[in-house]
């Protein structure tokens, strides 16, 4: 879907969500080389900046959340491709960030692709702080009761904050190397963007840096607590089969074809029977209660 306006200086030339047609467009109306189209469509391309004759292409990663992909916070390409009276942006999926530059961000060429990063910088601190909630959730139903669903969440936010942290260290790769584009930051907004750019992307490197480390301790312990319950259960179990063993050891041996003492006297032989069984369990279950292992 093409959506173009005229601003001042430049076209902006918005494509979401193409399909072949706008890609045949884009080839041959916009005169865009193939090799660059086929970089577009493809979902794991990673930001960088490409030089062609007649125009610019950056490659940046935004956050965006989708529930039909395994990791539901993951990450898209978007591809800025300027030249000197047009600047047009293609993403395979909807880029609503781009519904938020204001007319006022828009001043010039270089200002409006600056500014784009910006946004892009920022919805990543919100996508982070989102997933921190979900961390927080998952942690407080674990402190609970331990089930699959939660520690499958944290596997989730775990491979988003791997997504995430190769986003933010090849959309910053890309600011360095577009600041030193000749005559591109000429402007003093344009150096202010630039920097305020670097900080939010460092920033939210240092989150998900934080972040990951919070979420690794997280599942250490629980680990760690699942590995405690597991032994104690087996100790458990181990402790009964003993208990029940002095019955069983007991039933089996007056279960023998053999003489047996007490035999010619069956109300005595079966309260010594019952004697038998009751001093080695209960000497069993002390002992485990002494040990705290029941």
């Given at each position: 879907m093409f959506i173009s306006e005229k601003l001042k200086g430049f076209t902006w030339v918005n494509v979401g969500n193409p399909d072949h047609e706008d890609f045949e467009k884009l080839q041959d109306e916009y005169k865009i080389d193939e090799d660059t189209i086929s970089d577009i469509l493809d979902p794991d391309e990673q930001p960088r900046i490409?030089?062609?004759?007649?125009?610019?292409?950056?490659?940046?990663?935004?956050?965006?959340?989708?529930?039909?992909?395994?990791?539901?916070?993951?990450?898209?390409?978007?591809?800025?491709?300027?030249?000197?009276?047009?600047?047009?942006?293609?993403?395979r999926k909807r880029c609503d960030l781009l519904d938020k530059i204001k007319t006022a961000d828009k001043a010039n060429r270089e200002e409006f692709i600056l500014n784009i990063i910006y946004y892009i910088a920022e919805s990543y601190l919100?996508?982070?702080?989102?997933?921190?909630?979900?961390?927080?959730?998952?942690?407080?139903?674990?402190?609970?009761?331990?089930?699959?669903?939660?520690?499958?969440?944290?596997?989730?936010?775990?491979?988003?904050?791997?997504?995430?942290?190769?986003?933010?260290?090849?959309?910053?790769?890309?600011?360095?190397?577009?600041?030193?584009?000749?005559?591109?930051?000429?402007?003093?907004?344009?150096?202010?963007?630039?920097?305020?750019?670097?900080?939010?992307?460092?920033?939210?490197?240092?989150?998900?840096?934080?972040?990951?480390?919070?979420?690794?301790?997280?599942?250490?312990t629980f680990e760690s607590v699942i590995n405690i319950d597991s032994n104690t259960y087996i100790n458990r179990l181990t402790m009964w089969n003993i208990v029940l063993m002095a019955p069983t050891l007991v039933v089996g041996y007056y279960g023998m074809n053999v003489r047996l003492p007490f035999a010619e006297y069956t109300n005595t032989g079966l309260i010594i029977f019952a004697l038998i069984m009751a001093l080695l369990v209960g000497y069993a279950l002390v002992i485990a209660v002494w040990r705290r292992i029941i």
């Open positions: 490409e030089i062609e004759d007649d125009y610019k292409v950056i490659i940046v990663r935004f956050p965006i959340v989708n529930r039909e992909t395994d990791t539901q916070w993951h990450t898209e390409p978007l591809s800025i491709i300027y030249s000197t009276s047009r600047v047009i942006t293609v993403c919100r996508c982070l702080k989102e997933l921190n909630k979900r961390v927080v959730e998952s942690k407080k139903n674990l402190q609970q009761q331990i089930r699959k669903r939660d520690l499958l969440a944290l596997l989730d936010v775990e491979n988003s904050y791997t997504l995430y942290m190769t986003g933010l260290k090849g959309n910053l790769s890309v600011l360095d190397k577009l600041e030193k584009v000749r005559g591109f930051a000429k402007t003093d907004e344009c150096v202010e963007l630039v920097e305020d750019s670097r900080i939010e992307l460092s920033q939210g490197i240092e989150v998900v840096t934080s972040y990951t480390k919070m979420l690794k301790s997280i599942k250490e």
